[in-house]
């Protein structure tokens, strides 16, 4: 899942690179969800 989320945001950097700001928005708003779901299931793993 951080793979995903990596590479969602390797794509908002470019997006923003060459102008297109929504779909760089929209990226980062996916990285950021991930790394979130990462970051609570890698929090679960640990307490279990």
Known sequence: ???LA???FVIAL???ALGAGGVA???MTIAKWL???FLVLA???LIL
């Open 43 to 45: 929090v679960a793993s």
């Open 1 to 3: 899942m951080l793979e």
């Open 35 to 37: 790394v979130l779901i």
């Open 14 to 16: 470019i997006a923003a």
């Open 6 to 8: 990596l590479l969602f």
């Open 25 to 27: 928005g929209l990226s």
